[in-house]
């Protein structure tokens, strides 16, 4: 602690760095978007990448989160004689918070991770370099088919996740517990909106980490030392920095929209 | 990603359109939007004494089936009877003149809704006609009240549109909780203090001017919401001509009811006669008990 005491100062303002650059590093994403449009092709083989092969594990890992909280509602809410109302309180729990959150730092884990390795070995192995030798922008074919494939798979992964823990609480609660299948839905019908819930809920909000995760996880490959350990470092703080900055704007997110 | 271009072309492709089913499964199927019927609806009137926490858009059943739901809620001015407006679907056209609108609660703390039970007549209600027969939302402390011979005590009202009244007990009434007559919101309390000299709870309702035909022996009574709820005044209109101004004071209150000194005469000796103390020397009514 004592050797990095006098470095204190420096973290703090290195910090300030990051999150100035990679704001600028934004815009610079953003105006390159008209450029990346003739990689259709690259977006789309992203779009697979970060999306399609992610299916697997956020349809399991909603599965299993639909399942858990339908068992610990049904275990609190028998005391009350209120298991009818779990089903609809899955449904909101999933829709306004666990949906799009945990969508998102699977999303973190599963894409952002592998997208800054990627990159920072393109950077390290002078591949980058290479392209703007040959006259290749790399933000407009490296950087932006990326964020845009982030952006258009994270609600989609978001849908796909609430979906399944709403069978995944209806396998629990119907099929095991017991609870009566028109109520579950008749309930889950009755107080569920459009607007509130999915809208604001599920898609505004995994747009927005979507956007984040994959901005933090572009940066963070570009801007990565050329070293085997800068790789390591620059992968480990995508991770970290899209977590904290998931749970930051989502508190932010709910404040706003509900 | 050494794949073939048409097999992450096909992947892609699957995966968008599931996500979009599953984003379309959720919007339709277990949203508000399921429950939206797209087919024109008719209007029924309905009036109710007291619709306890009914609220528009409550569901409207027959035999427990949604058929509708209600539009609006309004007071009959001059009047301690709730308006209700029903919005029924078009497609069950077919329900009897005779027919009991009742306002149920589903389960013990459930929401509120209309029941609609069929009647015998041959005649239906034609569209904007009026169901006559109703039965009011089950109010716990009426039932309570029944059961223990509970009577109205004294109350005071007083202001410009601003009434006092003194109870012995305001339970957790607060600053700022609703004053309801029939169960409509017409009022807040403006303010709860002790009085020095009579050793009463002073309590000041703010009532809505629109309301300006209560009769001056009306009777107040703090109830509570639902098992668990909070507080509220409402207000029991009496028989009198002359109408509440502003500064009276109204004769006739009924206290909060304690659940420990129910619990305590029902171990005691269950007789309802001592609870006419509660008026504390003042006027003590005959029993409200309206229903």
Known sequence: ?258 | MSQPRSSYAIGTGLFIVLGFAALAYLATQTSSVANVHQGASYTIDTHFSNIGQLKERAPVKIAGVRVGQVRSITLEPGQEVADVKLAIDKSYDRIPLDSVAAIYTSGLLGDQYIGIQYGSSKKLVAPGGTLTLTKPAQQLEEMLGKFFGAGGVADNLGGTYVVTADFTNVGALTVGAPVKMAGVPIGTVQSVVADPVKLDAKVTMAIDKRYNQIPDDSAAAIFTSGLIGTQYVAIQPGGSPTALKNGDEMILTQSAMQLEDLIGKFLVNGSPGDKKDAGNGKPSAPPAGKQ
């Open chain 1, 1 to 258: 602690m004592n050797q990095r005491a006098p470095q204190g100062h420096n973290v703090v303002t290195q910090s300030l760095a990051q999150i100035g650059g990679c704001g600028l590093f934004l815009l610079t994403l953003l105006a390159a978007i008209p450029r990346s449009l003739r990689y259709f092709r690259e977006t789309l083989r992203q779009l697979w990448f970060v999306g399609a092969m992610s299916l697997t594990i956020i349809m399991v890992c909603g599965l299993f989160i639909g399942m858990v909280l339908m068992l610990q509602l049904y275990h609190v809410l028998s005391i009350f004689g209120g298991t009818s109302a779990s089903g609809l309180v899955v449904a909101l729990a999933v829709y306004r918070e666990l949906g799009p959150v945990v969508t998102a730092l699977l999303f973190a884990g599963r894409a952002g991770t592998s997208i800054t390795a990627e990159i920072g070995l393109m950077r390290a192995t002078d591949q980058i370099d290479a392209m703007e030798m040959m006259a290749v922008d790399p933000i407009a074919y490296v950087a932006t088919p990326r964020f845009l494939a982030g952006l258009i798979a994270m609600p989609l992964l978001a849908c796909v996740f609430c979906a399944m823990a709403i069978f995944g609480g209806h396998l629990v609660g119907v099929t095991w517990l017991g609870i009566d299948n028109g109520t579950f839905w008749s309930n889950m019908t009755a107080v569920v909106d459009v607007h509130t819930d999915i809208v604001n809920g599920v898609l505004l909000k995994s747009l927005a980490f979507g956007a984040v995760v994959t901005l933090i996880a572009v940066y963070q490959g570009f801007t990565t030392p050329p070293t085997s350990e800068g790789v390591a470092y620059a992968t480990t703080r995508t991770v970290v920095a899209s977590s904290i900055a998931i749970l930051a704007l989502d508190f932010v997110l709910t404040a706003f929209l509900m």
